[in-house]
Nanobody, 111 residues
Framework: QVQLVESGGGLVQAGGSLRLSCAAS????????MGWYRQAPGKQRELVAT???????IYANSVKGRFTISRDNAKNGVYLQMNSLKPEDTAVYYC?????WGKGTLVTVSA
């Protein structure tokens, strides 16, 4: 089992920035993928960005150039720097470690 604890969500005005953090604990493997997904009201959960232990990244087209994923393998942490936020970025953001999910952190972007 792996436990995930997210932090960093909140309310921000359009154009602002937020940084999400996620720490994994438990049965951590040396090779894994960590990342962020989001779910807006009435919509399906969607990929935002993922990163493998080797550093390979995938970004959703909607966040490319605005969001940056990073990780600290020594701390089993993954981070999401979100810049130039838009109201359409409003969602619950979930951390994922392989097949495990965090409980989510709410990001609200006001116009």
């Amino acid at each position: 089992q792996v436990q995930l604890v997210e932090s960093g969500g909140g309310l921000v005005q359009a154009g602002g920035s937020l940084r999400l953090s996620c720490a994994a604990s438990g049965s951590i493997s040396s090779i894994n993928t960590m990342g962020w997904y989001r779910q807006a009201p009435g919509k399906q959960r969607e990929l935002v960005a993922t990163m493998t232990t080797a550093g390979t990244t995938i970004y959703a087209n909607s966040v490319k150039g605005r969001f940056t994923i990073s990780r600290d393998n020594a701390k089993n942490g993954v981070y999401l720097q979100m810049n130039s936020l838009k109201p359409e970025d409003t969602a619950v953001y979930y951390c994922k470690y392989n097949q495990y999910w965090g409980k989510g952190t709410l990001v609200t972007v006001s116009a």
